[in-house]
């Protein structure tokens, strides 16, 4: 299911990252804390343990995460973007990461690399990529994850097409999107518009 969460803070970084003049520094920042807006959202439902501490006054019950049930699986390269805002929220969480890249011509994603944590099926997985377009990547990205036991997976990213959601939402019916816009469609060369170009390239600075 898709949740598009609306805040004017999302709105307000969002607006600074679609401008085509925001430099490297300033986008890749942003796209962390958007990354960090989406999280707390994603995050609603964790499962809290209780303990007993003391404070300086009396002993009392607390409430906490168990981090060791969470992985973050960016989809490089421009999940990475996204990593270091959901890290200063979970910070013992494990970190996997699955390369792939679009076929310029299929639009098709093209897998390099898949790494992630010997116990991931144990875990929520936290999704990264701040583009779903036409829905392949991550799709595939899922399917990766499903096939090595994962039962609980949530896909966070900045900017979803129409077109990505109804894909995912037909395939993965059990996983929820989280993302900070729904943006209009894709142009035919499968871009979002308005979007805001190629994120990895503007995440690494690389045209
Ligand atoms: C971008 C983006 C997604 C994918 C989305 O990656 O970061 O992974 O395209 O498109 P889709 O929904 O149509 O699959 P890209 O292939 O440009 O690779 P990069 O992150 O290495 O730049
Ligand atoms: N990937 C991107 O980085 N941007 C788009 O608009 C579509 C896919």
Do not use: W
């Not at 409430?63 to 013992?92: C, H, S």
């Amino acid at each position: 299911m898709i949740n598009e969460v609306k805040h004017p803070l999302i709105e307000h970084k969002l607006s600074i990252l679609r401008d085509k003049n925001t430099g490297t520094k300033e986008f890749r920042e942003l796209a962390g804390e958007i990354a960090t807006i989406l999280c707390y959202e994603a995050m609603r439902d964790a499962k809290l343990d209780e303990y007993e501490v003391e404070t300086p006054l009396q002993k009392t019950k607390v409430n906490k995460i168990n981090e060791d049930r969470y992985a973050f699986v960016p989809i490089l390269r421009a999940g990475m973007g996204m990593t270091q805002g959901i890290e200063t929220l979970i910070p013992n969480a494990k970190i996997g990461v699955i390369g792939l890249y679009r076929n310029e011509e299929t639009l098709k994603p093209v897998k390099y690399y898949y790494k992630v944590p010997r116990d991931i099926a144990d875990r929520t997985v936290i999704l990264l990529d701040p583009m779903l377009a036409t829905g392949g990547s991550a799709i595939d990205a899922i399917s990766m994850l499903k096939e090595d036991g994962v039962k609980d997976i949530k896909f966070l990213c900045i900017i979803a097409a129409p077109e990505g959601i109804k894909r995912i939402e037909e395939i993965h019916p059990d996983v929820e999107v989280y993302c900070a816009k729904i943006d209009e469609k894709l142009n035919d060369i499968g871009y979002i518009l308005p979007g805001l170009g190629d994120a990895g390239d503007r995440i690494f600075g690389t045209k």
